[in-house]
């Protein structure tokens, strides 16, 4: 579990990193990416987005295997519910990076 803690929270700070990068440059140019409280803004933010994003992404993980263990029982060799297990972890895939994206975009529009 810890292993899985450590790359929801690893990908939420990638997520942080870049699209605020991606922000500044869109709104200032060079300029306001290397300004002081714009490295103040990525840096202090990547560990928030790592514990909000990260820790929600895995309480999410924990219902979801949750729901599917109570819908679906244990897995087994047997092709029958394999698309729809895939298809939720897909779901959660998509889920865990918009959770990541809207969280920098509120917190961006909120200090800029």
């Given amino acids: 579990m810890?292993?899985?803690?450590?790359?929801?929270?690893?990908?939420?700070?990638?997520?942080w990193l870049i699209g605020g990068?991606?922000?500044?440059?869109?709104?200032?140019?060079?300029?306001n990416l290397i300004s002081l409280w714009s490295l103040v803004f990525l840096?202090?933010?990547?560990?928030?987005?790592a514990v909000v994003v990260?820790?929600?992404s895995w309480?999410?993980?924990?219902?979801q295997a949750r729901y599917l263990m109570e819908k679906y029982g244990e897995l087994t060799t047997e092709t029958t519910h394999k698309p729809r297990v895939v298809g939720?972890?897909?779901?959660?895939?998509a889920v865990h990076y918009l959770l990541g994206i809207l969280f920098l975009?509120?917190?961006?529009n909120s200090f800029y």
């Fill in 54 to 56: 990260g820790g929600m």
């Fill in 2 to 15: 810890d292993h899985q803690k450590e790359k929801l929270g690893r990908s939420a700070t990638y997520v």
């Fill in 88 to 93: 939720g972890y897909i779901f959660f895939g």
């Fill in 105 to 108: 975009l509120w917190c961006y």
């Fill in 43 to 49: 840096f202090a933010g990547m560990f928030a987005a």
């Fill in 21 to 31: 990068a991606i922000l500044f440059l869109r709104d200032g140019g060079i300029s």
């Fill in 59 to 63: 309480w999410l993980v924990k219902k």
